[in-house]
């Protein structure tokens, strides 16, 4: 158990020199900004500066999770609470960033039911999920599709264009190339970014609750192992999204692989087939609409490799070339939005699942501490309490075990103190990083 240092070894309270030690632990961890904890805590926009965000004129280095289930949650009265409920477990854990759906095509509960008809009872389950996460101080990455069927994505888009007669080819890569899947994506895109919001009053353009958009989750196009179909595609969407809102940043989704004329795909990609599923994320992160590059690491779903200390030192050498990658090549943030380990594994134990979160923490926290590309990390996903519906392999109830939970909350210290807390944070961080554990 670690002590607080307001504490001696023993525990006991040593009244002048305890005192002290608090009142300097606070301020060298947190600096002026704890005497704000009363004061203005309205969100402003996360702006980009070279290779860093920027909140409020300083460098912004995250922690947090995804839950993308949150809109599809809203929708329904019962499980309404539920977001509630993960966003106080999110801001009481010190973590700053969500990822979230913002999106659910032809689905149960389906924000778009069909090219452009949406049901306001979702528009405003995602209306209120925004909401909430601006109530908690929590800041929001927002997908608009998915390159899987979950959720409708890219397949149901094809599907849309197939039976309504105009679809160029049922191939699901069709939806990057498609003319009249390209013009009902864009209807899609503008309908969510001039959305206003029934609960705030404010167009969600505007709202600076939203940390960034996301084009598409995990984008491959293997039908142009060249990636050129999907370099267009990222291109034309950027740009279209840049032209309706200039507030917000812009990232692809990209799980990371390095493309077929990229070096690095025969030295750090996890195995030969990534260089040939239509990506390449120096290529795709280049792009000038593009603020900053996204990458997943799931180091036992890429490899056939079933030694563990195998998939630690992959994940490692992952990032830390992703984070060279923004410093040297593009120049950008670096954003690990996806992170995690199956339950699945022959040999999985949850200790194991610490391992892996404690070196992607830690490589984060170093890249805060240079001020490297390496900007914070999402790990997938958190949940609460009766969700087996919506969980998966890789879920977790953060409060279930405290190992975890205490890696998740001493990360969100420690990067407090490299930085100071934003002003929404600190109420949370004086109980959670001053407190005994």
Not at 32 to 54: A, P, Y
Not at 161 to 189: M, Q, T
Not at 202 to 224: G, K
Request: aromatic share 14%; glycine share 6%; net charge positive.
């Amino acid at each position: 158990m670690v002590k607080s240092k307001m504490f001696g070894g023993n525990g006991v309270f040593y009244p002048i020199v305890g005192f002290a030690s608090c009142v300097a632990f606070i301020y060298l961890s947190f600096g002026d900004l704890w005497t704000n904890i009363n004061g203005d805590t309205k969100l402003s926009f996360v702006e980009r500066n070279g290779t860093q965000f920027i909140v409020d004129g300083r460098p912004f280095y995250f922690n947090g999770w995804n839950s993308y289930w949150m809109m599809d949650h809203a929708v329904d009265e019962y499980r309404k609470p539920k977001i509630r409920a993960m966003l106080q477990t999110g801001a009481k854990m010190g973590l700053t960033v969500c990822r979230t759906w913002a999106f659910n095509d032809g689905d149960y509960n389906a924000l778009q039911i069909s090219p452009g008809r949406f049901d306001e009872r979702v528009f405003r389950a995602l209306d209120h999920v925004i909401a909430e996460s601006r109530r908690y101080g929590i800041r929001l990455v927002l997908c608009l599709v998915n390159n899987l069927q979950a959720y409708g994505g890219k397949t149901q888009y094809v599907k849309w264009a197939w039976e309504e007669g105009v679809g160029l080819s049922s191939s699901n890569d069709s939806f990057f190339y498609d003319p009249s899947i390209r013009r009902y994506f864009k209807k899609y895109v503008k309908t969510v970014l001039t959305r206003r919001n029934t609960l705030t009053g404010v167009e969600y353009r505007d709202d600076p609750t939203i940390f960034a958009w996301e084009l598409i989750n995990e984008p491959r196009c293997i039908s142009d192992k060249s990636g050129d179909t999907l370099q267009d595609w990222i291109e034309e969407m950027s740009t279209f999204v840049k032209s309706i809102d200039r507030n917000h940043l812009l990232t692809v989704g990209l799980e990371g692989f390095y493309g077929p004329k990229s070096p690095k795909r025969l030295t750090v990609n996890p195995e030969f087939w990534a260089a040939d599923v239509g990506t390449d994320f120096i290529r795709n992160s280049k792009i000038s609409t593009i603020d900053f590059a996204s990458v997943h690491i799931y180091p036992d779903h890429w490899t056939h490799n079933p030694d563990f200390e195998y998939k630690l030192k992959f994940a490692s050498k992952w990032m830390v070339s992703h984070i060279e990658d923004g410093d040297k090549e593009l120049k950008k943030p670096v954003m690990f939005t996806e992170f995690g380990l199956s339950t699945e594994n022959k040999d999985f134990t949850p200790a194991q699942r610490d391992r892996l979160y404690k070196v992607i923490l830690d490589i984060i926290y170093k890249s805060a501490i240079k001020n490297k590309s390496g900007a914070g990390s999402l790990v997938w996903q958190f949940l609460v309490e009766d969700m087996e519906e919506s969980n998966d392999e890789f879920g977790i109830i953060p409060w279930k075990r405290q190992s975890t939970y205490q890696l998740f909350t001493d990360q969100s210290c420690r990067l407090a103190r490299v930085q100071g807390a934003l002003p929404t944070q600190l109420d949370y961080l004086r109980k959670l990083c001053t407190r005994r554990r």
